[in-house]
């Protein structure tokens, strides 16, 4: 496994080693041991999983009560993952990090506590699997809007194709949300 540093400050992308043959690959998703060398938790609270349709924007998305650390990855497909600085006492506030995770590549982007997390489905029929350190709290759950020109995301699709849900079209403007301190 190879751990990176991104752009913003505490953002992993995780490269496992993957071993390929006639039958097809084999790596590790998650070894405890590996990961907290890494600096990630060793405790995971909650798993999720979903399936998108190409063009699906999902996010921006956090939550200010009961904050989530997240380690995200593709099992199928591939996307454009995102994770936006929302600390307002950070240097890198509002600027974001955009790599392609795929089935194929096997990476991985740990996602810490206090960034909004985002992902364009860019193939037909995306797997996406994350890992949290706290439970999904509705009443603390905030979304920035995925085309917020302050932030500046290159998404590779035109908003007239971008497939968005309501509340993710509702989402803040980032100088309106209410974010970390």
């Known amino acids: ?7 913003l400050p505490g953002v992993l992308l995780i490269t496992p080693r993957i071993f390929r ?19 990630l938790p060793a ?8 399936v998108s349709r190409k063009n699906v924007v999902r996010g921006i998305h956090y939550q200010v009560i009961q904050p989530q650390g997240k380690l ?26 955009a790599v392609e995770l795929s089935g194929e590549n096997g990476q991985m982007l740990w996602i810490p506590a206090g960034f909004g997390h985002a992902f364009l489905a860019l193939s037909e ?6 890992k949290t350190t706290d439970y999904y709290c509705p009443a603390g759950e905030r979304t920035v809007v995925w085309n917020d020109a302050e932030i500046g995301i290159p998404w590779p699709v035109d908003q007239a ?8 079209r509702k989402g803040a403007q980032l100088r309106d949300a209410e974010v970390f301190a």
């Open 1 to 7: 496994m190879k751990v990176s540093e991104t752009t």
């Open 21 to 39: 043959d006639e039958r097809g690959a084999f790596y590790e998703s998650w070894n405890q041991r590996g990961m907290v060398e890494a600096g």
């Open 43 to 50: 405790t995971w609270v909650q798993d999720n999983f979903s």
């Open 72 to 97: 995200v990855r593709v099992t199928h497909g591939a996307a454009l993952d995102v994770a936006v600085d929302l600390r307002r006492s950070s240097p890198a506030f509002g600027q974001h990090v």
């Open 125 to 130: 029929g995306v797997g996406f699997a994350y």
């Open 161 to 168: 194709s971008a497939i968005v849900a309501e509340k993710d």
